[in-house]
């Protein structure tokens, strides 16, 4: 970590005219906005907190608003960082935030269109609930033979890392919790898992499903 800061020290004090943390990134083949964020946390080690590591969340507020960030030269190098990162960083984030929400909607339609009753994300908090599902049907419905209950909705393709840290973190507390249901992943998903069904946990990819 200190390596790469000192490395974009080195760097900005030649004045090369490209940003020195996206040459960097590309020569040691590490996501633009990593790089960008661990040269702030190590910068900000030295300049702000005595060489301890700043808070994470400090860190992700700067990444957030590089405006913030008081080395009007770093800021603009984590700007171009974000982006030039189709990948990771906060610009990224917002993105697949804005594309989750929009098929949220889309589902809420879909499920208003078939006249079922449900309670979303905002009903469930307000009535206690920490965990909650996209969707919480009122009356369980039948998708190709299997009880659904509640419904996760990920814009996203579903492949074997994401789907079991979303079975860790959310699913398997919903099925707990609320019983049989199914996940949406509107741009597909490996036939790999399809090996859940049997859980009480069902998958689609087809939006005609809903």
């Not at 910068?43 to 957030?64: C, I, Q, R, W």
């Not at 840290?165 to 919903?174: G, N, R, V």
Request: with cysteine; hydrophobic share 35%; glycine share 6%.
């Amino acid at each position: 970590m200190e390596e790469y800061y000192q490395r974009y020290l080195k760097g900005v004090s030649q004045s090369y005219k490209e940003p020195v943390l996206l040459r960097i990134a590309e020569e040691v083949d590490l996501s633009h906005s990593l790089l960008a964020r661990i040269v702030l946390e190590r910068h900000l080690a030295h300049t702000k907190y005595e060489g301890n590591s700043p808070p994470k969340s400090v860190v992700t507020h700067l990444m957030k608003d590089t405006s913030l960030i008081e080395d009007s030269v770093l800021s603009f190098e984590v700007q171009q960082c974000i982006l030039n990162d189709a990948n990771y960083g906060p610009l990224v984030d917002n993105i697949k935030h804005s594309v989750g929400a929009e098929y949220e909607f889309i589902l809420q339609e879909k499920l208003h269109n078939r006249g079922l009753a449900f309670l979303g994300e905002d009903d469930m908090r307000s009535r206690g609930y920490d965990k909650t599902p996209d969707i919480k049907l009122e009356v369980p419905i039948a998708v190709d033979g299997y009880v659904v209950n509640w419904v996760e909705s990920k814009a996203s393709f579903g492949d074997e890392y994401s789907h079991s840290t979303y079975l860790k973190d959310q699913f398997w507390s919903y099925q707990n919790r609320f019983g049989p249901g199914m996940v949406i992943y509107w741009f597909g998903y490996i036939d790999e898992l399809d090996v859940h069904r049997n859980r009480e946990i069902g998958r689609a990819s087809c939006r005609e499903r809903v």
